[in-house]
């Protein structure tokens, strides 16, 4: 399962952030955030009077990978990183 977190700066330009889970141990925060996820095919919405962090999400090995480009924003121009 793979988590897609983005954040917009005021400039417009998009950061990606992407977090993948194996079957195993269980994250207790992915596990809190889950329940609250729209049913599939309703719009976004906001959960008021809630907070999230999301470094919670995060491993203890902080080993990554970056690349340029995007597997979530088409077409793929220079803002895409």
């Not at 609250?36 to 080993?63: K, N, V, W, Y």
């Amino acid at each position: 399962m793979a988590v897609h977190l983005l954040q917009k700066g005021a400039s417009g330009q998009l950061v990606s952030l992407v977090l993948l889970f194996r079957l195993g141990e269980p994250n207790t925060a992915l596990s809190e955030l889950l329940p609250r996820m729209p049913t599939r095919g309703l719009p976004e919405q906001t959960l008021a009077g809630s907070l999230f962090d999301p470094s919670r999400l995060l491993p203890r090995s902080t080993a990554h990978y970056r690349y340029d480009g995007s597997l979530i924003r088409q077409p793929l121009g220079p803002e895409s990183r």
